[in-house]
């Protein structure tokens, strides 16, 4: 596996091909898949397999996973096939829910929104048609998250959440979805990994930490003592990973599970790694 992820990363014409065809192959394990990158969304990959693994070191056998911003359901049709390979391959079932407004963005409600660059109606769902796309078992929740973040525990008594993918673009709806890390924490994984879309970008966007999402999780850290919303920095030496700045993890150091130890063997096989290196 090692040779072979090492062929992958190379840039030769060679390795480039055969990883496009790799990608194509829909067979492989999801383990598979995160270590070669092959997954069609790579991030969503990612986040939803560990949050497993970590599921499972803790003994739990079932995480919600949920998405903020569905649009046309790309995302979540994906998150539907991944949940599959991991039910396979480890065993713990998933819960999806997707949050999203059947009308697309509202009206920005100020610079923070980058009105320069969203705008009222963009993203519509056609619930219809993305009935159609996804299984009788994911569960969309349409209406703004500021208040469909309260009554979802209710409606819906979700598995432990254990990854939230965040893709509401604006800045407002952002921080308003982080209303979802407020209820008792047997409703939660004591760490969630999340991904956030709007935050890497491109010259048009100019997205910062004063605007948008980043905005967003830097309020939230600011507001909270005990709860942190912080960069995957194991990723970031992985230049392979175009994504790698698009990964959070949110701590509540006061969740009940929090300090669980979850080591077993692990720092083994990361020194056994680390000597294979040298
Ligand atoms: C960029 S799209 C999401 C695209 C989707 N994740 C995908 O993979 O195709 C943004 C979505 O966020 C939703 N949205 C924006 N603000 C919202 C809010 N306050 N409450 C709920 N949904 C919101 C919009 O309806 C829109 O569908």
Known sequence: ????????????????????????????KISTEVKLNLNTKPPY??????????AKKLNIKKISVL???????????????????????????????????KDGLQ???????????????????????????????????????????????KQYNPAPIGVIFNDLDYFSSTLNSFEIFNNEDHFYLPRIF????????????????????????????????????CLNRNLIPNSRENWRYQIYYYHNFNHKNYNDYIGDGAQKEIEDELKLKD
């Not at 905005?215 to 942190?228: C, L």
Request: with cysteine.
């Open 107 to 153: 009206n920005p409600v100020d610079f923070r929104d980058l009105p320069y660059w969203w705008n009222f109606g963009l993203y519509p769902t056609l619930t219809d048609d993305l009935d159609t796309k996804i299984k009788k078992t994911t569960k969309i929740i349409y209406g703004d998250v500021k208040d469909t973040t309260k009554t979802f525990f």
């Open 1 to 28: 596996m090692k040779i072979i992820e090492k062929f992958l990363t190379q840039k030769s014409f060679i390795s480039q091909v055969l990883l496009k065809f790799l990608k194509k192959w829909k067979y492989f």
């Open 194 to 229: 999340c991904y956030f879309d709007d935050i890497v970008g491109t010259e048009k966007e100019m997205f910062n930490e004063f605007t948008g999402e980043l905005m967003a999780i830097n309020k939230f850290n600011e507001n909270n003592d005990q709860k942190k919303i």
């Open 67 to 101: 998405e903020f911003g569905v649009a046309g359901g790309n995302g979540i049709v994906q998150i539907e096939k991944i949940a599959e390979k991991i039910i396979n391959e480890l065993g713990i079932q998933i819960e999806i829910y997707g949050f999203t407004l």
């Open 45 to 54: 990959a990612y986040c939803m397999y560990h949050s497993a693994l970590l």
